[in-house]
């Protein structure tokens, strides 16, 4: 039987289970607070390495790389992966510190081009698109120091007891609000975009309904929503990747790309979408152990259309390489 089917047959079991699970993870973090930060991290990424490939989604991490990186030797993926799963231990234990890591600057470090410098000091607004690189929750850092509210997208947790305790600890990097994803979430970021403000979302995620862009020599799904926002709106997209450095301490670059504009708004949101992936892929060749490498991204073997591909050299020639 579903979880949905549960809940709808046992709304009282359903609502005791998040109860329990919302005091869980509340007890989770308030022990988590109670150790420093640093021996946290080591800690949760020491246990991750260790035990996690024992998970089948090990397999699967390999498998992806694999596609990635087809003359790699299979010792050196499963170095990779292993660090994949360091890296997201540790992000765990990180994101019950997150409020507290955000007032300490001496852990950071910030790249920016010129136009996400304007975006940083106030002077336009921008759409943050990151991906799951290092610890991606601190990518809006540099942005929450110099005082800007963000308006950040996630997806909720189905426990909402659960979901409300992650949302507290993420108040303070996103004092624009946090929407989750549902059919009234594109009306208010465009709202918030046209009024000069800043939004954050995540751009690496598999969106089966939306597009294919090639990534790693292949066609893999990718979700076009930045690329169409940001056309809507006539603001650029602030490409943001996290740089683990050594422990609990970061780089964070920001790079600006302008979405094209033509007569073809479909070309023009696929050009930008490619653009952004082509971007994200050369952050993770650089550093492969700090991606997500879980996810189902690649899609099924397929051709682009003559058509199709004419429509993007046509969009890509009204911008600059």
Same mark, same amino acid.
């Given at each position: ?6 809940? !709808? ?7 005791? *289970?998040?109860? =329990?699970?919302?005091?869980? +993870? ?27 490939? +024992? ?55 910030? *790249? ?12 336009? /607004? ?35 007891? /659960?979901?409300? /305790? ?12 946090? +929407? ?75 790079? /600006? ?7 073809? !708004? ?7 979408? =490619? ?9 993770? !060749?650089?550093?492969?152990? *700090? ?17 199709? *591909? ?12």
């Amino acid at each position: 039987m579903s979880r949905k089917k549960r809940q !709808r047959n046992h709304p009282r079991l359903t609502a005791a *289970q998040n109860f =329990a699970e919302g005091i869980a +993870l509340k007890s989770a973090i308030w022990i988590f607070r109670l150790i420093p930060v640093d021996l946290a991290s080591y800690l949760m990424g020491a246990a991750w390495r260790l035990l996690a490939p +024992l998970n089948a989604r090990h397999a699967r991490a390999l498998g992806h790389l694999e596609k990635a990186f087809p003359e790699m030797p299979g010792q050196e993926r499963e170095r990779i992966v292993r660090g994949m799963w360091e890296n997201l231990g540790r992000v765990a234990a990180e994101t019950f510190h997150v409020d507290r890591l955000l007032k300490q600057d001496f852990r950071f470090e910030a *790249q920016a081009d010129d136009i996400t410098q304007d975006v940083l000091n106030g002077k336009r /607004a921008c759409l943050f698109v990151s991906f799951h690189s290092a610890n991606w929750e601190l990518c809006v850092q540099p942005a929450v120091a110099n005082g800007l509210e963000i308006t950040g997208v996630y997806q909720a947790l189905r426990n909402p007891e /659960a979901d409300k /305790a992650l949302r507290a600890l993420r108040e303070n990097l996103y004092k624009g609000g946090l +929407l989750s994803k549902s059919h009234e979430t594109a009306r208010r970021i465009l709202s918030r975009l046209k009024s000069g403000g800043v939004v954050a979302m995540m751009g690496d995620l598999r969106e089966t309904r939306g597009i294919q862009v090639p990534f790693f020599n292949q066609m893999a799904y990718a979700n076009p929503v930045p690329a169409a926002l940001a056309r809507s709106c006539n603001v650029p997209i602030v490409l943001g990747r996290v740089v683990r450095k050594k422990g609990v301490n970061f780089r964070i670059e920001g790079r /600006a790309i302008q979405v094209p504009v033509t007569d073809d !708004r479909q070309a023009d949101i696929e050009v930008a979408t =490619a653009r952004i992936h082509a971007i994200f892929e050369s952050w993770i !060749r650089e550093h492969p152990e *700090q991606w997500m490498w879980i996810h189902k991204k690649w899609a099924a073997p397929g051709k682009t259309s003559a058509e199709k *591909q004419a429509r993007r050299a046509a969009a890509e020639k009204t911008v600059s390489p």
